[in-house]
């Protein structure tokens, strides 16, 4: 079995998801986390480095949409607070 020099690319997209998903609003233990790792789980027989790529960009879209996701919900607390 050959490593494929993305490996550390793509373990480092897993911890930042992890990392993210701690605020995931539906919870980490039991919604988030086994989300992320059966979708990790699925790609694991990719050897394409093709593939693998379109699999990191799919990852790091996640990671930007999560971080909005969060920024929004910030957003929105302060403006409740201070608006009404």
Known sequence: MTTSPLRPQVIALYKQLAYLGREYPLGYENFFRPRLKSAFMKK??????????????????????LETLYYLRKYRAMRRRYVN
């Open 44 to 65: 694991r027989d990719l050897t394409d480095e093709e593939e693998i790529k379109k699999s990191i960009a799919l990852g790091e879209y996640v990671c930007k949409e």
